[in-house]
């Protein structure tokens, strides 16, 4: 059966489109939801472009009340019904009483090798600790954040002259062959590894 999925961004939403553009065909999955935290995303029009439903909840409306936000969240993803739910530059933290509603179907992508540098600024990061490489992840979403079972990595050789804009500008094409490869492979219930790059 295919399996639904849905799409949670929060800016530009290339990985949305990169996501979105790879669900056709004998491809397992379709896109049925593409929601941002930001009305204003630029993901949303694209989404839009590309006949997929969109929804927005502003997280500025509920202050400091995440679960307030969430609940609304989890209110707009069931009405989709979704079996797999991917974080694509979603730039919200979510709660664990969030993400265990969707334990072992959700996905996130995370532009650093994890274990390696959770959180932000993870190209600086890189840059700063002298890394021979970087790359991306994408794993499965669990209570904590950047935490969770790795589905996926890319990797890449930095260079003596990379900045934090020219790494995260040489990883994004890789993030766009990395998180359809897994999606591809998750929503047929293969869950081995996908591995890129140098
Ligand atoms: C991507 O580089 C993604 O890995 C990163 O945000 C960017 C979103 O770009 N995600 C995170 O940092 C999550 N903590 P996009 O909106 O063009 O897909």
């Given at each position: 059966m295919t399996k639904r999925v849905a799409i949670l961004i929060s800016g530009g939403g290339s990985n949305m489109v990169a996501l979105a553009n790879s669900m056709v065909g004998d491809h397992p999955a379709r896109p049925v939801l593409v929601m941002s935290n930001d009305p204003q995303a630029g993901g949303l029009l694209k989404a839009q472009d590309m006949g997929i439903a969109t929804a927005a909840v502003d997280h500025r409306e509920f202050g400091k009340d995440r679960s307030a936000f969430e609940a609304v969240l989890h209110q707009k993803l069931e009405e989709v019904k979704p079996d797999i739910v991917c974080l694509a530059g979603?730039?919200?933290?979510?709660?664990?009483?969030?993400?265990?509603?969707?334990?072992?179907?959700?996905?996130?992508?995370?532009?650093?090798?994890?274990?390696?540098?959770?959180?932000?600024?993870?190209?600086?990061?890189?840059?700063?600790?002298?890394?021979?490489?970087?790359?991306?992840?994408?794993?499965?979403?669990?209570?904590?954040?950047?935490?969770?079972?790795?589905?996926?990595?890319?990797?890449?050789?930095?260079?003596?002259?990379?900045?934090?804009?020219?790494?995260?500008s040489r990883l994004l094409p890789l993030e766009h062959k990395l998180y359809p490869a897994v999606l591809r492979r998750y929503a047929s219930d293969d869950r081995s590894m996908v591995t890129f790059g140098a």
């Open positions: 979603f730039m919200r933290i979510l709660t664990g009483d969030f993400t265990r509603q969707y334990e072992g179907r959700m996905l996130n992508i995370h532009p650093s090798l994890l274990p390696k540098y959770k959180g932000l600024h993870t190209h600086a990061r890189a840059l700063e600790a002298g890394d021979a490489e970087h790359g991306c992840t994408v794993h499965e979403v669990i209570a904590e954040l950047d935490d969770g079972p790795i589905l996926g990595q890319a990797r890449l050789d930095v260079r003596a002259d990379d900045t934090a804009d020219s790494l995260a």
